[in-house]
């Protein structure tokens, strides 16, 4: 038998999901398993959103939508783009897609050959790294420092870029370090991208409402000049509690918005009718729940940083949005846990973690960011406070 296209060698599942399979797997055997490994609210999605789905699927709305997104949909995303980014697009520069995770997709096999190198600020959300992969292209990382907030250094930013360089990611509030944009720091961005014309941008904005310290500002509003190689991408899976609804979207110059829609078209044919109605009500319904659940978020930030300051050798730089906390574990390196595990690495550490404290999180490594673990904190209040104890008991009990 043949053998499977390279590419699928190339690809590899996201280490969040893996862990999260890992969590329920031990749960099944019956074990008490805290799981903080997957980026997903646990709240609930809005019941008007529920209904608008139900409601549309009774009036008959099932049949194939539009690749690009209903009419309905591209509008109410044009005025939240609007009234959230400061942009104006005309509806017909929305593009609509299987969650943020489609859009990225869309947008690197758009725009990325093989070899092509794609500067991506570290650490990041492990999507980026799947989709690079499997459209040939060259992850250049450009690591943060905890010491500088997780944000990204322009000379170094400069330095990176070479004739081949096709893409920036950026990402703020960043998945998984929680560190929020500047202007300051989006502007000195600009500046060198305006030197490199070759250059396009993702800035992929999906936790734009879930900012604690700082406000949110939007790189094409900071930089009206470059938004003909500005893709701005959001979606509804953080802000509504909507993951499963597998509903993003995204605005940026028709050319590039053109070929992405080529390549959704090349794979499905649109988003579920019903998803894209229940969208429509949470952008056009009440938007007061997005304060209120943004300060449940922070609440629970404050409440897994002030329990993890228990816990020896463990480092956290305070996230400033989105619902992660990033702790460095270098402090445990070098140390055997309760039961014999030597930790040589964050690994070593998450593993330890999910087999003697029976908490799952993520090792750094699948965030391009070694030497860390990544916690989400969008679980209950209760769970957290648990899970940080048995992290705490763990850290204290190593030799
Ligand atoms: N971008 C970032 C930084 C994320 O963390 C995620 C989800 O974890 C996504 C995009 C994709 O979100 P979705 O496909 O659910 O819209």
Not at 78 to 105: T, W
Not at 219 to 243: E, H, Q, W
């Given at each position: 038998m043949s053998s499977f296209a390279a590419r699928i060698n190339r690809t590899r599942t996201a280490a969040t999901f893996a862990m999260a399979a890992r969590a329920r797997a031990l749960r099944a055997e019956g074990k008490h398993i805290l799981s903080l490994a997957i980026g997903e609210p646990d709240l609930p999605t809005p019941d008007h959103v529920i209904e608008a789905a139900f409601g549309a699927a009774r009036a008959g709305d099932t049949k194939y939508p539009p690749i690009a997104g209903t009419e309905a949909l591209r509008a109410a995303i044009?005025?939240?783009?609007?009234?959230?980014?400061?942009?104006?697009?005309?509806?017909?520069?929305?593009?609509?897609?299987?969650?943020?995770?489609?859009?990225?997709?869309?947008?690197v096999m758009a725009v990325i050959e093989p070899g092509d190198e794609v500067l991506i600020p570290t650490p990041c959300w492990a999507g980026y790294l799947q989709v690079v992969d499997f459209a040939g292209g060259k992850p250049i990382f450009l690591p943060g420092s905890a010491n500088a907030g997780f944000r990204i250094d322009a000379a170094s930013l400069d330095a990176a870029i070479t004739p081949r360089t096709r893409l920036l990611l950026l990402n703020f509030p960043n998945n998984p370090s929680g560190a929020v944009a500047d202007r300051a720091m989006l502007e000195a961005i600009a500046t060198v991208l305006r030197r490199h014309r070759h250059v396009r941008v993702i800035a992929d904005d999906i936790y734009e409402h879930l900012i604690f310290d700082g406000e949110y500002l939007a790189?094409?509003?900071?930089?009206?000049?470059?938004?003909?190689?500005?893709?701005?991408?959001?979606?509804?899976?953080?802000?509504?509690?909507?993951?499963?609804?597998?509903?993003g979207f995204c605005t940026g110059p028709r050319d590039w918005l053109r070929a992405m829609t080529l390549v959704q078209g090349t794979s499905t044919a649109g988003v579920s009718t019903t998803s894209q109605a229940a969208a429509v009500a949470a952008l056009e319904g009440p938007q007061d729940l997005l304060v209120e659940r943004c300060q449940i978020y922070r609440r629970r930030r404050d409440l897994v940083l002030t329990a993890l300051a228990a816990a020896p050798g463990l480092t956290c730089t305070k996230p400033e949005g989105a619902f992660y906390a990033f702790p460095s574990i270098r402090g445990l390196i070098g140390r055997t846990s309760r039961t014999g595990h030597a930790l040589n690495d964050d690994d070593d550490v998450a593993e330890a973690l999910l087999e003697e404290a029976l908490v799952a999180t993520v090792p750094g490594s699948a965030f391009a960011m070694p030497g860390h673990i990544r916690l989400s904190t969008a679980a209950a209040d209760d769970a957290l406070a648990e899970a940080c104890t048995r992290i705490a008991d763990f850290c204290n009990a190593l030799h």
């Open positions: 044009a005025r939240k783009f609007a009234r959230d980014q400061h942009l104006s697009p005309p509806p017909d520069e929305v593009l609509v897609g299987n969650g943020g995770k489609q859009i990225i997709f869309d947008a790189f094409a509003a900071v930089a009206p000049d470059l938004a003909d190689r500005i893709l701005t991408v959001s979606g509804v899976s953080k802000s509504y509690a909507m993951t499963g609804w597998r509903l």
